[in-house]
């Protein structure tokens, strides 16, 4: 099956600073990768869709500004959280959707990362 | 617009005795539906796939699930539990007509296998 990298898996950082996050899809293309958010024992919430060579489309509620998504290539995207706070800790994860042989696109999840902003 | 509905947040079962995760969708178009499975601080794995084909879909690990339009069900079983099986379940729709892929969650459950 197709493999998406997400990295760190784990991260702490003082309150104030940013944060990257890396996505990957590592043996296929995808011109479209998404983000979430998933705070504890809930489910995950799409903040945005990062698509190659534009902007990123965020959903309500979420602010560009806080969360930075560049789509630098066909195989990378990444989410900068930008000043981060106690309240931006959470798990953040990424998906890429890859087409099947029915021509469906199935999303393949990263493996999370886990933000701990003190 | 589309979403999903799981209707139990929590199903404790026995190890070697039937699972039955619950799972309710709507859709304003042709639905595509799926079950993932997140162990703890883990990313998510796709268990099994609906998008058109047969309506009883078998996937990873033993599990299937069947989809009945009549009753806009989904809802994910598996003979017999095993230990391992111990995570949290996701039901996810996405549909083909009105977004492509974007993904909606269901509110997961969470399965507890005892011995």
């Known amino acids: 099956g197709a493999v998406v990298s997400q990295h760190p898996s784990w991260v702490i950082c003082k309150s104030g600073t940013s944060v990257k996050i890396e996505c990957r899809s590592l043996?296929?293309?995808?011109?479209?990768m998404f983000w979430y958010r998933q705070f504890p024992k809930q489910s995950l919430m799409l903040m945005a869709t990062?698509?190659?060579?534009?902007?990123?489309?965020?959903e309500q509620g979420v602010e560009k500004d806080k969360f930075l998504i560049n789509h630098a290539s066909l195989t990378l995207s990444t989410l900068t959280v930008t000043s981060a706070h106690p309240e931006d800790s959470s798990f953040y994860i990424c998906?890429?959707?890859?087409?099947?042989?029915?021509?469906?696109?199935?999303?393949?999840f990263g493996a999370g990362t886990r933000l701990s902003v003190l | 617009a589309q979403s999903v509905t799981q209707l139990d947040s929590h199903v404790s079962v026995s190890e070697g005795t039937p699972v039955l995760l619950r799972c309710n969708y709507s859709?304003?178009?042709?639905?595509?539906l799926f079950w993932y499975v997140q162990h703890p601080n883990k990313g998510l794995q796709l268990l099994l796939k609906?998008?058109?084909?047969?309506?009883l879909v078998k996937g990873i690990n033993g599990f299937e699930a069947e989809f009945k339009k009549s009753e806009t069900s989904f809802h994910l079983t598996k003979p017999s539990a095993h230990m391992s099986d111990a995570a949290e379940y996701f039901c996810?729709?996405?549909?083909?007509?009105?977004?492509?892929?974007?993904?909606?969650f269901g509110t997961g459950t969470q399965l507890k296998v005892e011995l």
């Open positions: 990062s698509n190659e060579g534009s902007k990123a489309t965020y």
């Open positions: 043996d296929f293309q995808a011109t479209t």
């Open positions: 998906s890429a959707p890859k087409a099947s042989f029915e021509l469906e696109n199935i999303q393949y």
């Open positions: 609906y998008t058109s084909a047969a309506t």
């Open positions: 996810v729709v996405t549909s083909r007509g009105g977004g492509g892929n974007k993904l909606t």
């Open positions: 859709s304003s178009y042709s639905p595509s």
